[in-house]
């Protein structure tokens, strides 16, 4: 069975819970007083799919402003990003769309990207509804799920989906198919996209 190494970085806000999914998805556990991320943390677990094992590279980044300009470092040559934010902050989706336009400036054109709208345990205090988000992923092609590290609902899930993107290998070893392409788009639509 063929073993392939799929970094995937996680980018998002400070709080979002980038570093809580990453736990559940590689060690399934909680914990509730985790401490913010300082610059990165690196994590990997290796999941069979279909013919192929998928040795996921998780680079967990830093939400806070002091270390984005770190972002591109992690980015850079990953299969796929996943963009998380937090149901019940609305500025924390606002920034995700941020993070979309830089992926498709400087991040690498094929790159699967994810949106997760962590958080989904607290629907009560929901800021941005599920609708709105997902039509905002399907605008850009962008796997979308809503997630709750607490209560690991949907943590697996847009992991498999990564690997459903991700093109199959052929028997020369090269990609085979159409893999998703996130697509640099014409300066004139950049503008208006987001």
Same mark, same amino acid.
Not at 151 to 171: G, K, W
């Given at each position: &069975?063929?073993?392939?190494?799929? *970094?995937?970085?996680?980018?998002?806000?400070? =709080?979002?819970? #980038?570093?809580?999914?990453?736990?559940?998805?590689?060690?399934?556990?909680?914990?509730?007083?985790?401490?913010?991320?300082?610059?990165?943390?690196? &994590?990997? !677990?290796?999941?069979?799919?279909? %013919?192929? /094992?998928?040795?996921?590279?998780?680079?967990?980044?830093?939400?806070?402003?002091?270390?984005?300009?770190?972002?591109? &470092?992690?980015?850079? =040559?990953? +299969?796929?990003?996943?963009?998380?934010?937090?149901?019940? !902050?609305?500025?924390?989706?606002?920034? /995700?769309?941020?993070?979309? *336009?830089?992926?498709?400036?400087?991040?690498?054109?094929?790159?699967?990207?994810?949106?997760? =709208?962590? #958080?989904?345990?607290?629907?009560?205090?929901?800021?941005?509804?599920?609708?709105?988000?997902?039509?905002? +992923?399907?605008?850009?092609?962008?796997?979308?799920?809503?997630?709750?590290? #607490? %209560?690991?609902?949907?943590?697996?899930?847009?992991?498999?989906?990564?690997?459903?993107?991700?093109?199959?290998?052929?028997?020369?070893?090269?990609?085979?198919?159409?893999?998703? *392409?996130? =697509?640099?788009?014409?300066?004139?639509?950049?503008?208006?996209?987001?």
């Amino acid at each position: &069975m063929a073993l392939r190494e799929l *970094k995937v970085c996680l980018l998002g806000d400070t =709080g979002v819970g #980038k570093s809580s999914i990453v736990w559940r998805f590689v060690e399934d556990s909680f914990d509730p007083n985790i401490n913010p991320t300082i610059g990165a943390s690196f &994590m990997t !677990k290796t999941v069979q799919y279909q %013919n192929e /094992l998928h040795k996921f590279l998780i680079w967990d980044t830093a939400g806070q402003e002091r270390f984005r300009a770190l972002a591109p &470092m992690y980015y850079r =040559g990953s +299969a796929a990003a996943i963009i998380v934010y937090d149901i019940t !902050k609305e500025e924390s989706f606002q920034t /995700l769309k941020n993070w979309v *336009k830089e992926l498709r400036q400087h991040g690498p054109p094929n790159i699967v990207v994810a949106i997760a =709208g962590n #958080k989904c345990d607290l629907s009560d205090a929901r800021e941005v509804s599920e609708k709105d988000a997902k039509d905002y +992923a399907d605008s850009i092609h962008a796997i979308f799920v809503e997630t709750s590290a #607490k %209560n690991a609902i949907n943590i697996n899930e847009v992991f498999i989906e990564i690997s459903q993107r991700i093109p199959v290998l052929d028997a020369a070893g090269g990609a085979a198919g159409k893999g998703f *392409k996130l =697509g640099r788009q014409p300066s004139e639509s950049r503008r208006t996209c987001c």
